[in-house]
């Protein structure tokens, strides 16, 4: 390229070779041939300096030189200031000469170059765009074809060892300076970044061998490198590989000083303030001006490894050094080392140079516009530097010269290019770089020490240390902002190392590492990197670029075929490497092998190569000039550029002086400096240079190891150091938290019980001579009693409070007596023979040592040896036969006796003959005796009635006051085995009072009465036994012989081959299948009463008694299989609608756990924390999503108006509504469940995450942005971001629910109303539905949260990952699926980042989430069409409660996290945890936070629902609706993003808006007031309230309502059944006061017969009607009601509503409805006696058969109520009512039987229905009698028994 005559003048004027003012004249003298001749007064110029302009300029100016528009012999005037500084400018920009006038350059409006490559090619858009793949001239070679790295047999760190280590020091022989050096490497930075790693975290490590010194030190087994990043859309099949990605654009577009994007500009362009920097200027530094760039204070997202040299600082402090250390540049590598750094100036300067000249001359232009004016100007100058002058003295050869552009071609970087050939720098990279002064100031090197920068260090060092430089390049400058021009000048003094195979320590075994390896082996990794990339052997890249193959590996062939200089000791190793096979060669050693006085033929070809298709693919190329970018002048001007002219405009270096003109070439005779600086350029070198002319250069002497400062050794660090105590302590707090729950629970029901203690005591009053106690019933059983010692009747008497008689302790027989106390007698135990333990314990010492006293006195009166016995509180409570163990040795003394009595005679006789000889033996069991109370208790009868005495006396047959097992067997004997006379014998002997043999009428009425109990009072009793007499001839004055006897029951004795006597024992395994309504014997007067009305209703539960032998059969085995097969149909049938739903439930619920669990296992197998945690992953999860599905689910349950409303349609017919409690329950089950799954799953994950370097940590959680610098620990994932905290919350909060259970049970303040569970235990409370608000605007948040991930940016560095979010991001979420191989199983999930970190562990953990989502909660509100839903379980409890172990869903999610957050921090020391063990530096992350607040949160729930529910009630009612912080806490637990996006609405949204609308619906109605008209005061406790009756309030017999009375509380709402019927006016309330509330509501609503004139009751809120399962009666044909005793209400609407419907002749499908009402006795609820007597008079079509069954009698034909039975059916003999009842309704004596009940009503009924309805409300084991019977009598044929029961 010719020079002008303007041009030799510019370059001489900004050289001042040539005065400014001379006005030199230039003129080619042809006589001499070559030399110019410069006229003016200057004098000529020489030829010796021509001479010199052509080795500096490459050609000397053609003939003629043109001439200069302004170019005048006479002197030009003297410039001004601007004219000064932009005397470059004004020629480069302006086109004007120094000394002309001129004028601003034309405005043109052009296109500006983009900043990420796109559209540069309009053909091609995305043809060298940034995230682009890289080009693949040569075929891949992976393993396997598609993605695999290629295997070879050369270990990379032998092959570095061996062929590339040597002494360094040598110097360049082609002239090159480590200006060249270093400017060559930015250029490598301007157009290719390939080293980002791969995302998710796929790592290619380097075996270590023993004998290699990081073996030693770091004393690892493996070198660390992670895969690059590649396009997720390649690496499917061998015709799509993998392709790696160039992050940045392949242009000489400015990327390196503009960022390749325009948001990245902009952030260079802005000061820490957030101004812009004015006039289109790159923002300056605060501190050291306008020359250097801005400090990163907005966190660009700049490469930030950590500096080496500062390891064991980083390891101390935790976290590494920050990133707005740096300088803001366009180069995320830019401050990677301070020569590199250098050029980053330079650039930025020059930049601001240029806009500063625009706008001198553009006064009118836009900051923007003067902006995009520079970055052209720029952009061109860059690019001329880097081609014409760069490339040619790097290369020492020129590209051909530019035709046009070409848009055939790509610009794109190659691979071989990338993984090989660039590399070629590496072995010129010197060891140090000098810091020099200028010539003035005598040029003097100065030394720079990084590790001990005091000056400590022992050895004299030079220059700067490249190994120890690494990311420490600000330091430099810092100290002194002169060391940039210091630099400069060293870089242009200083040689790079020689061109040949050596590579100096600072890259081959000192480069920067990450912080578990801070030095590794560069060039071990080009190796490796190639391998990664798949590129072919040696000879294959050879042979593609047209180079000659080698045969074999031989020395002289190799040095014949390639031209190296290379030692034949080098090639001899590369021989013995590679086996001598040169196809297995790697291309970076064989290629670096050639290398001459520059890269070898391969890499010469594949370098030239690359910048010419870089150039001439660039459609904003400056030469090209059809882009209109520049005039054809400012074309041949920019070709003119050097990049001393650069430097010249930005520092005050004088050319020649301080620095030579041409800084990419050593300094010889023609590219000088100053004397000075040459006196220091000590060290000559021949040298060929670029022009291949030789010459001697000169350089400053070599930095080498033994002139410059030690590397630091390799270190490594765990990533769990530091976590170990914030992991322990984690851990055991929620565990200790959880315990702590229960703890507290139980301490506050301790002190409750003491408070209790101390106002019992003081309660109640004693009479003198008694003592008041609490007796110690079992281990947890207490009770107050009152101990009255009775001296006349030998015993010691234990009354209640209420002088209920508890216990008596016989003292008639015994001598002996032992008290074993206390020292201060506050507890004592009063041990006498054959009688449990009185264990009794005392307000203070004053009542025990009062006790002590009057029993010491009482002792001796009697004649009793009293022992004492003091012992130890502890000792105390051991070594006590409570009522428990004797009970149970009573049992074995019944067992024993009645299995041997009712056996087979044969084994009678046995036990008869073994009995008879052992009631001399010494043996415990058979010498053990009864007292008539223990008798008394096994029967079930007062001590002192008539009956029990006279069967005492009878079995009492010594008369010693203790039954012997003998004497017990005798009469049970009889019993067993006795003929009819016998029995009757015996009877007569035990009513025969006075022993005369004759029984007298009072003495049977005595009898009667003993055994009738609280029924004594019955005035009717008399007259019923003297008409009994009668009937058999006997007057009530006469007495009654045995005959006589014998024919009141019936003489043919048939009652008494039934009669027996019943015992607990019995009663628990009695397997009798006698009916409670057995056939009445013919000939009794029973018989003849019998009427056919009574007889019918008799029969409704009549069965046969079933005889001893059951025949067997030979099949008998298929008959057993037959019914066990029949059993199961039947029950399934029963309830097909509950298993079809609850199976679907659990379906969907494991599907939806297996989804995340396979796409975490397979489709994410190799991603990150997959590969991490392993299996955690997919467990964790799992479950998750399951927790998820759960969760969200209950909400559903608890919708208690929509589940009413559809209760009443058809959908009841399919969906079992019934069940929803039940389901409720059955959810949060699950959802506990999976919880428990997450939490243990996170344990182990958290664990696991812990282990990890930061940098995997930011690829696996993406969208997680965090500080560079942070070291993240486990307390850092648990406790500083959301998600963890959220996390522990949630499982703190499960503990309320599980102690809600325990908290029931102590303190439940409502009624026993059979809603009173559902209520209070899922009630929503005023402050839930204000939450709810809350919950909806934190789903709002959520979603918003979610779509501002950006705003983390304000708050944090963006990682390189992230910024190039749109591009990127996008893309790999598209991963390749191929077969499953050791690396990479390229499915859908398999590979990202979480899922490689944690495995299976992140699959699970993220299907808990989704069950819990969905768990239901249950409503029972009433629905008011009947005909529209019949397809969900709306009523079904069991599903709520299959939810419930929603938390153990989560208790798996975060233990899951646990262990997948271990595999983040492995390595940290204790400096962290020794005071901030939980440093909250604020909520960096939304999912650790939440999720640790989830975990608290979680724990204290299920703590609060299992436990503190039974103590205290209140803490579970306020615990257990805080339910909606639980929601809130698992939205904001998933939004932050950390392992997926969130997606826990698409379960909530929807149950959660069913949900606030179900209680809007609530919300509009229980506020209004209702007024009480009247308030009865009924037995037992019972108050009626008669309530206004709403205006269209409309409900079903059997529902419920939630009230809250005015006089109590508003906000307190409890449940009770509606006793009123549909039709009538006002609604009725009976409620039975138990608890506290219930308690106080009787106390504040008077009787209404107490009420004075005026006086009005508390109005009451009403919340209601809802559902229950009652309210389907009307759907059976049969109909079985079983109540239990307040279980009634329901029952009361219900009949009501039938004998209303019955009595106005509407249509009823029921056709028979038989009511079960077992009671202890019926004067409780008399009350309802008068509604049932209402219900028979109503009933003319005798529908409706009502069954009264009185518990505290035994059986019809039990020895004691036998009397009973005959006197209950003489009464209906004579009035047709019952006795006790007075009702129509049959009255039975003990509990019923109802398998033998529902035997007699299937077979009576079975043909009126397929289906018979069994509704039960009582207490759970009512319900369960009734199940188990239901069960039983459906495994026969014939029609199903469904049941629905609900508990009080």
């Given at each position: 390229?010719?020079?002008t005559?303007?041009d030799?003048?510019?370059?001489?004027?900004?050289?001042?070779s040539?005065?400014?003012?001379?006005?030199a004249?230039?003129?080619?003298?042809d006589?001499?041939?070559?030399e110019y001749?410069?006229?003016?007064?200057g004098?000529?110029v020489?030829?010796?300096?021509?001479t010199?302009?052509?080795?500096?300029?490459?050609?000397?100016?053609?003939r003629?030189?043109?001439?200069?528009?302004?170019?005048?012999?006479?002197?030009?005037?003297a410039?001004?200031?601007?004219?000064?500084?932009f005397?470059?400018?004004d020629?480069?920009i302006?086109?004007?000469v120094?000394?002309a006038?001129?004028?601003?350059?034309?405005?043109?409006?052009?296109?500006y170059?983009?900043?990420?490559?796109?559209?540069n090619?309009?053909?091609?858009?995305?043809?060298?765009a940034?995230?682009?793949p890289?080009?693949?001239?040569?075929?891949?070679?992976?393993?396997d074809g598609?993605?695999?790295p290629v295997?070879?047999?050369?270990?990379p760190?032998?092959?570095?060892?061996?062929?590339?280590?040597?002494q360094?020091?040598?110097?360049?022989?082609?002239?090159?300076?480590?200006?060249?050096?270093?400017?060559?490497?930015?250029?490598?930075e301007?157009?290719?970044?390939?080293?980002?790693?791969?995302?998710p975290?796929?790592?290619f490590?380097?075996?270590?061998?023993?004998?290699?010194d990081?073996?030693?030190?770091?004393?690892?087994?493996?070198?660390?490198?992670?895969?690059?990043r590649?396009?997720?859309?390649?690496?499917?099949?061998?015709?799509?590989?993998?392709?790696?990605?160039n992050?940045?654009t392949?242009y000489?577009?400015?990327?390196?000083?503009y960022?390749?994007?325009?948001?990245?500009?902009?952030?260079?362009?802005?000061?820490?303030?957030?101004?812009?920097a004015?006039?289109?200027?790159?923002?300056?530094?605060?501190?050291?001006?306008?020359?250097?760039?801005?400090?990163?204070?907005?966190?660009?997202?700049?490469?930030?490894?950590?500096?080496?040299?500062?390891?064991?600082?980083?390891?101390?402090?935790?976290?590494?050094?920050?990133?707005?250390?740096?300088?803001?540049?366009?180069?995320?590598?830019?401050?990677?080392?301070?020569?590199?750094?250098?050029f980053?100036?330079?650039?930025?300067?020059?930049?601001?140079h240029?806009?500063r000249?625009?706008?001198s001359?553009?006064?009118?232009?836009?900051?923007?516009?003067?902006?995009?004016?520079?970055?052209?100007?720029?952009?061109?100058?860059?690019q001329a530097?880097?081609?014409?002058?760069?490339?040619?003295?790097?290369?020492?050869?020129?590209?051909?010269?530019?035709?046009?552009?070409?848009?055939?071609v790509?610009?794109?970087?190659?691979?071989?290019?990338?993984?090989?050939?660039?590399?070629f720098?590496?072995?010129?990279?010197t060891s140090?770089?000098?810091?020099?002064?200028?010539?003035?100031?005598?040029?003097?090197?100065?030394?720079?020490?990084?590790t001990?920068?005091?000056?400590?260090?022992?050895?004299r060092?030079?220059?700067?240390?490249?190994c120890?430089s690494?990311w420490?390049?600000p330091?430099?400058f810092?100290?002194?902002?002169?060391?940039?021009?210091?630099?400069?000048?060293?870089?242009?003094?200083?040689?790079?190392?020689e061109?040949d195979?050596?590579?100096?320590?600072?890259?081959?075994?000192?480069?920067?590492g990450?912080?578990?390896?801070?030095?590794?082996?560069?060039?071990?990794?080009?190796?490796?990197?190639?391998?990664?990339?798949?590129?072919?052997?040696?000879?294959?890249a050879?042979?593609?670029?047209?180079?000659?193959?080698?045969?074999?590996?031989?020395?002289?062939?190799?040095?014949?075929?390639t031209?190296?200089h290379?030692?034949?000791?080098?090639?001899t190793?590369?021989?013995s490497?590679?086996?001598?096979?040169?196809?297995?060669v790697?291309?970076?050693?064989?290629?670096?092998?050639?290398?001459?006085n520059?890269p070898?033929q391969?890499?010469a070809?594949?370098?030239?190569?690359?910048f010419?298709?870089?150039?001439?693919?660039?459609?904003?190329?400056?030469?090209?000039?059809?882009?209109?970018?520049?005039?054809?002048?400012e074309?041949?001007?920019?070709?003119?550029?050097?990049?001393?002219?650069?430097?010249?405009?930005?520092?005050?270096?004088?050319?020649?002086v301080?620095?030579q003109?041409?800084?990419?070439?050593?300094?010889?005779?023609?590219?000088?400096?100053?004397?000075t600086?040459?006196?220091?350029?000590s060290?000559?070198?021949?040298?060929?240079l670029?022009?291949?002319?030789t010459?001697?250069?000169k350089?400053?002497?070599?930095?080498?190891?033994s002139?410059?400062e030690?590397?630091t050794k390799?270190?490594?660090?765990?990533?769990?150091?530091?976590?170990?105590?914030?992991?322990?302590l984690?851990?055991?707090f929620?565990l200790?938290?959880?315990?702590?729950?229960?703890?507290v629970?139980k301490?506050?029901?301790?002190?409750?019980?003491?408070?209790?203690?101390?106002?019992?005591?003081?309660?109640?009053?004693?009479q003198?001579?008694?003592h008041?106690a609490?007796?110690?019933?079992?281990?947890?059983?207490s009770?107050?009693?009152?101990?009255?010692?009775?001296?006349?009747?030998?015993?010691?008497?234990v009354?209640?409070?209420?002088?209920?008689?508890?216990?008596?302790?016989?003292?008639?027989?015994v001598?002996?007596?032992?008290?074993?106390h206390?020292?201060?007698f506050?507890?004592?135990?009063?041990?006498?023979?054959?009688?449990?333990?009185?264990?009794?314990s005392?307000?203070d010492?004053?009542?025990?040592?009062?006790l002590?006293?009057?029993?010491t006195?009482f002792?001796?009166?009697?004649?009793?040896?009293l022992t004492?016995?003091p012992?130890?509180k502890?000792s105390?409570?051991?070594?006590?036969?409570?009522?428990?163990?004797?009970?149970k040795?009573?049992?074995?003394f019944?067992?024993?006796?009645?299995?041997?009595?009712?056996g087979?005679?044969?084994?009678?006789?046995?036990?008869a003959n073994?009995?008879?000889?052992?009631?001399?033996?010494?043996n415990?069991?058979?010498?053990?005796?009864?007292?008539?109370?223990?008798l008394a208790?096994?029967?079930?009868?007062?001590?002192d009635s008539?009956?029990?005495?006279?069967?005492?006396?009878?079995?009492?047959?010594?008369s010693?006051?203790?039954?012997?097992?003998?004497e017990?067997?005798?009469?049970?004997v009889?019993?067993?085995?006795?003929?009819p006379?016998?029995?009757?014998?015996?009877?007569?002997?035990?009513?025969?009072?006075?022993?005369t043999?004759?029984?007298?009428?009072?003495?049977l009425?005595?009898?009667?009465?003993?055994?009738?109990?609280?029924?004594?009072?019955?005035q009717d009793?008399?007259?019923?036994?003297?008409?009994?007499?009668?009937?058999?001839?006997?007057?009530?004055d006469?007495?009654?012989?045995?005959?006589?006897?014998?024919?009141?029951?019936?003489?043919?004795s048939?009652?008494?081959n039934?009669?027996q006597?019943?015992v607990?024992e019995?009663?628990?395994k009695?397997?009798?299948?006698?009916?409670?309504?057995?056939?009445i014997?013919?000939g009794?007067?029973?018989?003849?009463?019998?009427?056919?009305?009574?007889d019918?209703?008799?029969?409704?539960?009549?069965?046969?008694?079933e005889?001893?032998?059951?025949?067997?059969?030979?099949?008998?085995?298929?008959?057993?299989?037959?019914?066990?097969?029949?059993?199961?149909v039947?029950n399934?049938?029963?309830?097909?609608?509950?298993?079809?739903w609850?199976?679907?439930?659990?379906i969907?619920?494991?599907l939806?756990?297996?989804?995340r669990?396979?796409?975490?296992?397979i489709?994410?197998?190799?991603?990150?924390?997959?590969?991490i945690?392993?299996?955690?992953?997919?467990v964790?999860?799992?479950?998750?999503?399951?927790?998820?599905?759960?969760?969200?689910?209950?909400?559903?349950t608890m919708?208690?108006?929509?589940?009413?409303?559809l209760?009443?349609?058809?959908?009841?017919?399919?969906?079992?509504?019934d069940?929803?409690?039940?389901?409720?329950?059955?959810?949060?089950?699950w959802?506990?469940?999976w919880?428990?799954?997450?939490?243990?799953?996170?344990?182990?994950?958290?664990?696991?995450?812990?282990?990890?370097t930061?940098?995997?940590?930011?690829?696996?959680f993406?969208?997680f942005?965090?500080?560079?610098?942070?070291?993240?620990?486990f307390?850092?994932?648990?406790?500083?971001?959301?998600?963890?905290?959220?996390?522990?919350?949630?499982?703190?909060?499960?503990?309320?629910?599980?102690?809600?259970?325990?908290?029931?049970r102590?303190?439940?303040?409502?009624?026993?109303?059979?809603?009173?569970?559902?209520?209070?235990?899922h009630?929503?409370?005023?402050?839930?539905?204000?939450t709810?608000?809350?919950?909806i605007?934190?789903?709002c948040?959520?979603?918003?949260?979610?779509?501002?991930?950006?705003?983390?940016?304000?708050?944090t560095?963006?990682?390189?990952?992230?910024?190039?979010?749109?591009?990127?991001?996008?893309?790999?979420?598209?991963?390749p699926?191929r077969?499953r191989?050791?690396?990479f199983?390229?499915?859908?999930?398999?590979?990202?980042?979480?899922?490689r970190?944690?495995?299976r562990?992140?699959?699970?953990?993220?299907?808990?989430?989704?069950?819990?989502s969905?768990t239901?909660?249950?409503?029972?509100?009433?629905?008011?069409?009947?005909?529209?839903?019949?397809?969900?379980?709306?009523?079904?409890?069991?599903?709520?409660?299959y939810?419930e172990?929603?938390?153990v869903?989560?208790a798996?999610?975060i233990?899951?996290?646990c262990?997948?957050?271990y595999h983040?921090?492995r390595r940290?020391?204790?400096?962290?945890?020794?005071?901030?063990?939980?440093?909250?530096?604020g909520?960096?992350?939304?999912?650790?936070p939440?999720?640790v607040?989830?975990?608290?949160?979680?724990?204290?729930?299920?703590?609060?629902?299992?436990?503190a529910?039974?103590?205290?009630?209140w803490?579970?009612?306020?615990?257990h609706?805080t339910y909606?912080?639980?929601?809130?806490?698992m939205?904001?637990?998933?939004?932050?993003?950390?392992?997926?996006?969130?997606?826990?609405h698409?379960f909530?949204?929807?149950?959660?808006l069913?949900?606030?609308?179900?209680?809007?619906?609530?919300?509009?109605?229980?506020?209004?007031?209702?007024?009480?008209?009247?308030?009865?005061?009924l037995?037992?406790n019972?108050?009626?309230?008669?309530?206004?009756?709403?205006?269209?309030?409309?409900?079903?017999?059997?529902?419920?309502?939630?009230i809250?009375?005015?006089?109590?509380?508003?906000?307190?709402?409890?449940p009770?059944t509606?006793s009123?019927a549909?039709?009538?006016?006002?609604?009725?309330?009976?409620?039975?006061?138990?608890g506290?509330?219930?308690?106080?509501?009787?106390?504040?609503?008077?009787?209404k017969?107490?009420?004075?004139?005026?006086e009005?009751?508390?109005?009451?809120?009403m919340d209601?009607?809802?559902?229950?399962?009652?309210?389907?009666?009307?759907?059976?044909?049969?109909?079985?009601?079983?109540?239990?005793?307040?279980?009634?209400?329901?029952?009361a609407?219900?009949?009501k509503?039938?004998?209303?419907?019955?009595?106005?002749?509407?249509?009823?499908?029921?056709?028979?409805?038989?009511f079960?009402?077992?009671?202890?006795?019926?004067?409780q609820?008399?009350?309802?006696?008068?509604?049932?007597?209402?219900?028979?008079?109503?009933?003319?079509?005798?529908?409706?058969?009502?069954?009264?069954f009185?518990?505290q009698?035994?059986?019809?034909?039990?020895?004691?109520?036998?009397?009973?039975?005959?006197?209950?059916?003489?009464?209906?003999?004579i009035?047709?009512?019952?006795?006790?009842?007075g009702?129509?309704?049959?009255?039975?004596?003990?509990?019923?039987d109802?398998?033998?009940?529902?035997?007699?009503i299937?077979?009576?009924y079975?043909?009126?229905?397929?289906?018979?309805?069994?509704?039960?409300?009582?207490?759970?084991n009512?319900?369960?009698?009734?199940?188990?019977?239901?069960?039983?009598?459906?495994?026969?044929e014939g029609?199903?028994f469904?049941?629905?029961?609900?508990n009080?």
């Open positions: 390229m010719g020079l005559k303007e030799i003048l510019r370059r001489l004027v900004r050289s001042r040539v005065r400014e003012d001379s006005g004249v230039w003129k080619r003298d006589g001499d041939g070559g001749v410069g006229e003016g007064e004098g000529a020489s030829a010796v300096e021509v010199a302009m052509e080795l500096v300029f490459g050609q000397a100016c053609p003629p030189c043109p001439g200069h528009v302004g170019a005048s012999s006479s002197p030009p005037p410039l001004g200031g601007r004219q000064q500084q005397k470059f400018l020629w480069l302006g086109g004007c120094v000394g006038s001129c004028g601003a350059p034309a405005d043109r409006h052009v296109e170059e983009g900043y990420d490559g796109w559209y090619n309009l053909a091609k858009p995305s043809q060298g940034v995230d682009t890289l080009l693949r001239l040569l075929p891949p070679a992976y393993e598609v993605y695999q295997s070879r047999k050369a270990n760190l032998e092959v570095s060892e061996k062929l590339m280590r040597g360094n020091g040598r110097m360049s022989k082609g002239g090159r300076t480590a200006f060249l050096l270093f400017f060559g490497q930015q250029v490598v301007e157009i290719l970044d390939a080293q980002g790693p791969g995302c975290p796929e790592y490590n380097i075996d270590i061998k023993s004998d290699h990081f073996a030693r030190s770091p004393k690892l087994k493996v070198m660390p490198l992670l895969r690059t590649y396009d997720m859309t390649t690496g499917f099949s061998p015709n799509n590989p993998r392709q790696q990605l992050e940045i392949p000489l577009d400015g990327g390196l000083v960022g390749t994007s325009k948001g990245w500009a902009d952030a260079l362009r802005t000061f820490a303030n957030g101004s812009l004015p006039d289109g200027l790159l923002a300056w530094h605060d501190q050291l001006g306008e020359g250097f760039p801005a400090e990163n204070a907005q966190r660009l997202p700049l490469a930030n490894p950590p500096p080496p040299t500062n390891h064991s600082s980083y390891v101390t402090q935790q976290e590494t050094a920050k990133v707005d250390r740096f300088f803001k540049l366009g180069n995320p590598r830019g401050n990677e080392n301070p020569f590199l750094l250098t980053g100036v330079v650039w930025f300067r020059w930049h601001n240029v806009a000249y625009l706008r001359v553009h006064r009118g232009w836009s900051g923007e516009r003067i902006f995009n004016e520079a970055r052209k100007w720029v952009i061109a100058t860059y530097v880097v081609f014409y002058d760069w490339l040619p003295r790097y290369m020492h050869t020129s590209l051909p010269k530019y035709q046009a552009y070409r848009p055939t790509d610009p794109q970087v190659s691979h071989i290019f990338q993984s090989a050939a660039m590399r720098g590496h072995t010129l990279v140090g770089v000098y810091l020099r002064d200028k010539n003035g100031q005598g040029c003097t090197p100065l030394p720079f020490e990084l001990a920068p005091d000056g400590s260090s022992q050895r060092v030079v220059g700067v240390r490249t120890n690494f420490r390049s330091e430099l810092t100290r002194d902002p002169a060391n940039f021009e210091r630099f400069l000048m060293g870089l242009s003094s200083q040689s790079t190392e061109e195979n050596i590579i100096v320590d600072d890259l081959r075994g000192r480069v920067f990450p912080l578990e390896f801070s030095r590794r082996d560069l060039m071990a990794i080009n190796i490796q990197r190639g391998r990664d990339h798949g590129l072919p052997d040696y000879n294959t050879r042979r593609h670029f047209g180079l000659a193959t080698l045969d074999s590996l031989d020395v002289k062939e190799y040095k014949q075929k031209g190296t290379v030692e034949d000791q080098v090639l190793s590369l021989r490497l590679y086996d001598d096979d040169p196809s297995s790697d291309i970076w050693p064989g290629g670096l092998l050639e290398t001459r520059g070898g391969l890499f070809k594949v370098i030239l190569d690359q010419e298709r870089i150039r001439d693919a660039d459609r904003f190329w400056f030469e090209n000039s059809k882009s209109d970018l520049f005039t054809q002048e074309r041949d001007r920019l070709g003119q550029v050097r990049i001393i002219d650069v430097i010249l405009s930005i520092t005050d270096l004088e050319p020649s301080d620095i003109e041409d800084p990419f070439t050593a300094v010889h005779q023609a590219n000088g400096v100053g004397d600086c040459a006196e220091q350029l060290v000559p070198r021949s040298c060929t670029h022009n291949n002319v010459t001697t250069c350089y400053l002497p070599q930095i080498s190891d002139n410059a030690e590397c390799p270190e490594t660090y765990d990533y769990f150091s530091g976590s170990e105590v914030s992991y322990i984690v851990l055991f929620l200790g938290l959880c315990f702590a729950t229960v703890v629970v301490v506050m029901a301790v002190m409750k019980v003491k408070r209790h203690t101390k106002k019992a005591f003081s309660s109640f009053k004693i003198e001579g008694s008041k609490k007796e110690r019933v079992t281990l947890r059983e009770r107050y009693v009152v101990v009255r010692l009775e001296q006349e009747s030998r015993r010691i008497e009354t209640g409070t209420g002088q209920e008689r508890l216990r008596i302790i016989d003292l008639s027989n001598q002996e007596m032992k008290v074993r206390l020292q201060d506050t507890q004592m135990v009063i041990c006498v023979s054959n009688h449990y333990d009185l264990f009794l005392f307000q010492g004053w009542h025990a040592k009062r002590h006293k009057e029993l006195e002792c001796q009166n009697l004649g009793i040896n004492l016995s012992e130890s502890t105390l409570q051991f070594g006590i036969v409570t009522v428990k163990q004797r009970e040795q009573l049992a074995d019944s067992r024993v006796v009645l299995s041997n009595a009712f087979s005679s044969k084994q009678a006789d046995v036990a073994l009995i008879a000889m052992g009631s001399h033996n010494k415990y069991f058979l010498s053990m005796e009864l007292t008539q109370v223990e208790n096994q029967l079930g009868m007062l001590p008539v009956f029990v005495k006279q069967l005492f006396r009878l079995m009492d047959q010594d010693n006051g203790f039954i012997t097992l003998k017990f067997w005798d009469v049970m009889v019993f067993a085995r006795g003929k006379e016998e029995k009757a014998r015996l009877i007569f002997n035990i009513y025969d009072i006075s022993r043999g004759q029984l007298s009428a009072p003495d009425v005595g009898m009667v009465r003993s055994t009738l109990g609280s029924e004594s009072k019955n009793l008399n007259h019923i036994v003297q008409t009994m007499l009668h009937s058999v001839g006997v007057s009530a006469q007495p009654i012989n045995f005959e006589q006897f014998q024919k009141i029951f019936n003489t043919r048939d009652v008494f039934h009669v006597i019943d607990l019995m009663s628990r009695s397997n009798s299948r006698f009916s409670l309504y057995d056939e014997p013919t009794g007067f029973a018989a003849e009463a019998a009427r056919k009305e009574y019918e209703a008799r029969q409704e539960v009549l069965t046969q008694e005889s001893d032998e059951v025949p067997k059969d030979k099949l008998w085995l298929c008959v057993e299989l037959s019914e066990s097969f029949r059993s199961i039947n399934i049938k029963n309830k097909q609608q509950t298993l079809f609850g199976t679907l439930y659990t969907v619920m494991l939806i756990f297996a989804e669990a396979y796409y975490y296992t489709e994410r197998e190799h991603a990150g924390l997959r590969r945690a392993g299996l955690g992953v997919t964790t999860r799992g479950a998750a999503s399951a927790m998820m599905f759960t969760y969200s689910t209950l909400l559903v919708c208690r108006n929509v589940l009413s409303f209760r009443s349609t058809m959908l009841h017919r399919i969906f079992p509504f069940n929803m409690v039940d389901f409720h329950r059955y959810i949060g089950a959802a506990l469940f919880t428990l799954v997450h939490i243990i799953g996170h344990c182990i994950n958290f664990y696991h995450i812990s282990t990890q930061a940098m995997d940590l930011a690829c696996i993406r969208d942005f965090r500080g560079t610098h942070v070291l993240p620990k307390h850092y994932w648990c406790l500083q971001t959301i998600t963890g905290l959220t996390g522990v919350l949630l499982t703190i909060h499960t503990p309320l629910y599980v102690l809600r259970f325990f908290a029931r102590h303190f439940s303040g409502s009624s026993g109303s059979p809603q009173h569970r559902i209520l209070l235990g009630g929503f409370l005023g402050l839930a539905a204000q709810t608000k809350k919950m605007f934190a789903l948040l959520h979603q918003r949260w979610c779509q501002m991930t950006k705003w983390n940016h304000q708050v560095e963006l990682t390189p990952q992230l910024y190039l979010e749109g591009s990127k991001h996008t893309k790999r979420e598209v991963l699926g077969k191989k050791i690396f199983r390229m499915n859908v999930r398999e590979h990202a980042g979480l899922r970190f944690a495995g562990g992140v699959t699970a953990l993220r299907s808990c989430i989704t069950m819990c969905l239901p909660r249950p409503s029972p509100h009433v629905p008011k069409c009947q005909q529209i839903f019949c397809i969900f379980p709306f009523d079904n409890r069991y599903f709520h409660r939810s172990p929603g938390p869903l989560g798996g999610h233990i899951g996290h262990i997948n957050f983040n921090p940290q020391p204790w400096a962290w945890l020794c005071l901030p063990i939980f440093p909250l530096r909520l960096q992350t939304i999912t650790a939440t999720g607040l989830l975990t608290i949160h979680t724990a204290v729930i299920y703590a609060f629902a299992y436990f529910r039974r103590h205290f009630f803490l579970f009612w306020l615990t609706n909606p912080v639980f929601y809130v806490l939205v904001f637990h998933g939004s932050g993003r950390l392992v997926q996006p969130p997606f826990f698409f909530f949204l929807g149950p959660c069913l949900f606030v609308l179900d209680k809007l619906v609530s919300f509009s109605r229980n506020k209004i007031q209702i007024d009480v008209k009247s308030v009865t005061h037995p037992s019972v108050t009626l309230l008669e309530i206004r009756r709403p205006p269209n309030f409309s409900f079903q017999s059997g529902q419920w309502v939630r809250a009375s005015l006089g109590i509380s508003s906000k307190e709402y409890h009770f509606l009123s549909p039709h009538e006016e006002n609604l009725t309330l009976h409620i039975r006061a138990v506290p509330w219930t308690h106080k509501l009787r106390k504040i609503y008077k009787d017969a107490t009420m004075q004139k005026g009005k009751f508390p109005q009451i809120y209601g009607p809802f559902g229950e399962g009652h309210q389907n009666w009307w759907d059976y044909e049969v109909v079985i009601f079983v109540a239990g005793g307040i279980g009634v209400t329901p029952f609407s219900i009949l509503d039938i004998a209303y419907k019955l009595e106005h002749s509407k249509y009823l499908k029921t056709k028979k409805v038989i079960l009402w077992t009671t202890r006795s019926q004067k609820f008399e009350w309802m006696t008068d509604i049932l007597r209402a219900v028979e008079a109503a009933d003319r079509r005798n529908i409706i058969r009502t069954h009264v009185i518990t009698f035994k059986s019809k034909f039990d020895l004691r109520t036998i009397m009973l039975y005959l006197a209950e059916r003489h009464f209906q003999k009035s047709g009512t019952s006795l006790f009842t009702l129509r309704a049959i009255t039975h004596f003990s509990r019923p109802f398998t033998a009940v529902f035997a007699s299937k077979k009576k079975g043909s009126m229905s397929s289906v018979i309805g069994v509704f039960t409300c009582g207490s759970p009512l319900s369960r009698a009734v199940e188990q019977s239901c069960q039983a009598i459906n495994q026969e029609p199903l469904r049941h629905y029961y609900e009080f």
